[in-house]
T-cell receptor, first 118, second 114 residues
């Protein structure tokens, strides 16, 4: 069974600080996808990134970066020079490809609430 | 930008009433999910469709919930009869199977059952 753990329930940082959100996953599949979503106070879920299990290359997008390490089953998310607009709940998610890629249920972690203080 | 459209955005209803939530997935997407979000349980998968066929609805209370896709442009989630514990935000998401791309979520329906 697939599982996603986000141990940090809430994090507060002062604006311009860097912050890392942790995500640890469990899966028995060798083919899977990992995601991060952002949920701002307005409530919508915004897709940030997808990573497949065969691509361990870290990715940077502006102030956002992701560190995928299969050896530790982690997919951590770092925001550099945080801004007040980054305040949101961030969800890590996992989708297993299943037998013959036939099933892609997406399981979410419980989320990490990030508060960036001006 | 293409969007997943959910209606209504907010719904307040009395216990025992039927509630229908609608979702218009992005044109061309063949996968639709229904999720429920509560403070206690977080994001729970209720149902999952591919090419309009239900693949998994094990997360849904079968006695009162039903999910359908009458056509490719409409997914519905019904609760009958509704109960206060059904109060939550219900999200619909759509995507394309096989690509692993991030699924696009609608804005959600905030349901309050009193």
């Amino acid at each position: 069974a697939q599982k996603v753990t986000q141990a940090q329930t809430e994090i507060s940082v002062v604006e311009k600080e860097d912050v890392t959100l942790d995500c640890v996953y469990e899966t028995r599949d060798t083919t899977y996808y990992l995601f991060w979503y952002k949920q701002p106070p307005s409530g919508e879920l915004v897709f940030l990134i997808r990573r497949n299990s065969f691509d361990e290359q870290n990715e940077i997008s502006g102030r956002y970066s992701w560190n995928f390490q299969k050896s530790t089953s982690s997919f951590n998310f770092t925001i550099t020079a945080s801004q007040v607009v980054d305040s949101a709940v961030y969800f890590c998610a996992l989708s297993e490809a299943g037998i013959s890629g036939g099933y892609q249920k997406v399981t979410f972690g419980t989320g990490t609430k990030l508060q960036v203080i001006p | 930008d293409a969007r997943v459209t959910q209606t209504p955005r907010h719904k307040v209803t009395e216990m025992g009433q039927e509630v229908t939530m609608r979702c218009q997935p992005i044109l061309g997407h063949n996968t639709v999910f229904w999720y429920r979000q509560t403070m206690m349980q977080g994001l729970e998968l209720l149902a999952y469709f591919r090419n309009r066929a239900p693949l998994d609805d094990s997360g849904m209370p079968k006695d009162r919930f039903s999910a359908e896709m009458p056509d490719a442009t409409l997914a519905t989630l019904k609760i009958q009869p509704s109960e206060p514990r059904d109060s939550a935000v219900y999200f619909c998401a759509s995507g394309t199977f096989g690509t692993g791309f991030g699924y696009t979520f609608g804005s959600g329906t905030r349901l309050t059952v009193v």
